[in-house]
């Protein structure tokens, strides 16, 4: 098993470009969710998924769009990129809601000029 | 609503005990976790309590909680250089989606 797979590893945008990170695992998980990482702050959910179809809003979803037309699949779009978003995004998945281990892809660190 | 802090940075030697410390504020947690960040990594679960236990000990790892206070912590025996990241714990609540709230991160570093 390849885990929880994100790409790119690094991206710079500039001021009110869009971009998808792209977000994969392969262990047939059904919950999957999106943080992002910002210093001293600890990681914050973005948005979350508990299967296809169905996506939720976490703590800090202002300018982020998700879908999940798949099990494997969990894109995060930025619309309109502002250097607020600049910051490590994490993507992670686990098998269900209760106490399974959240699997964590090795992140995309973006920067928005 | 919910809060998990953390002390910012620890500093021990290669060989002693270290002790990271966290506090939360909701009560109707489920789980607690404790997530190991090495640089340029994602994170790794290290290990996790439920909310209904005092202690819990796999190899090198004691995690105690005090429920009463609101208290996790994090004891890593006979610590080594490869032990050095930065450890956050986590709450989570089954109510609310299983979804997690971290503290912001102890760096532990690691002095031979």
């Known amino acids: 098993n390849a885990g929880v797979t994100q790409t790119p590893k690094f991206q710079v945008l500039k001021t009110g470009q869009s971009m998808t990170l792209q977000c994969a695992q392969d262990m047939n998980h059904e919950y999957m969710s999106w943080y992002r990482q910002d210093p001293g702050m600890g990681l914050r959910l973005i948005h979350y998924s508990v299967g296809a179809g169905i996506t939720d809003q976490g703590e800090v979803p202002n300018g982020y769009n998700v879908s999940r037309s798949t099990t494997e699949d969990f894109p995060l779009r930025l619309l309109s990129a502002a250097p607020s978003q600049t910051s490590v995004y994490f993507c992670a998945s686990s098998y269900d809601r209760g106490t399974d281990t959240q699997y964590f892809g090795p992140g995309t660190r973006l920067t928005v000029l | 609503g919910e809060d998990v802090e953390q002390s910012l940075f620890l500093s021990v030697r290669e060989g002693d005990s270290s002790v990271i410390n966290c506090t939360y504020t909701?009560?109707?947690?489920?789980?607690l976790y404790w997530y190991k960040q090495e640089p340029g990594a994602g994170l790794q679960l290290l290990t996790y309590?439920?909310?209904?236990?005092d202690m819990k000990q796999d190899q090198r790892l004691t995690v105690l909680l005090n429920k009463k206070d609101k208290h996790l912590s994090l004891r890593i025996a006979d610590t080594q250089t490869g032990d050095s990241a930065i450890y956050f714990c986590?709450?989570?609540?089954?109510?609310?989606?299983?979804?997690?709230?971290f503290g912001g991160g102890t760096r532990l570093m690691v002095k031979p």
């Open positions: 909701d009560s109707s947690s489920t789980y």
């Open positions: 986590a709450e989570s609540i089954h109510s609310a989606g299983n979804m997690l709230t």
């Open positions: 309590i439920f909310s209904n236990m």
